[in-house]
Nanobody, 124 residues
Framework: QVQLVESGGGLVQAGGSLRLSCAAS????????MGWFRRAPGREREFVVR????????YYAESVKGRFTISRDNAKNTVYLQMNSLKPEDTAVYYC?????????????????WGQGTQVTVSS
């Protein structure tokens, strides 16, 4: 099993920045890729970005491309999501997820484990 714990959410004004963290523990050697998703009130869970650990390849949703950046700290088994130029429509609960095999990234059912989520609220 893999345990994922997100942190770093909060309230920020439009145009501001936040950095989310996702710390992985347990069978981290089994992780092939990680992703970030978000769910706004009344909406389905939405793909944000996928990161493949072996080659560090990334795949971003169009809605966040150029504003969000994913990175990884190998020593800490932690993935970060740097979010800049935040907009009110970025308000959501953000979840990280892990997959034990190669995944394209955007589908919820590609991932095996999920964190509990962290709230991001962007005020206008």
């Amino acid at each position: 099993q893999v345990q994922l714990v997100e942190s770093g959410g909060g309230l920020v004004q439009a145009g501001g920045s936040l950095r989310l963290s996702c710390a992985a523990s347990g069978r981290t050697f089994s992780i092939y890729a990680m992703g970030w998703f978000r769910r706004a009130p009344g909406r389905e869970r939405e793909f944000v970005v996928r990161f493949t650990w072996s080659d560090r390849s990334t795949y971003y949703a169009e809605s966040v491309k150029g504003r969000f950046t994913i990175s990884r700290d190998n020593a800490k088994n932690t993935v970060y999501l740097q979010m800049n130029s935040l907009k009110p429509e970025d308000t959501a609960v953000y979840y990280c997820a892990s997959a034990g095999r190669a995944v394209a990234g955007p589908r919820v059912d590609e991932y095996d484990y999920w964190g509990q989520g962290t709230q991001v609220t962007v005020s206008s």
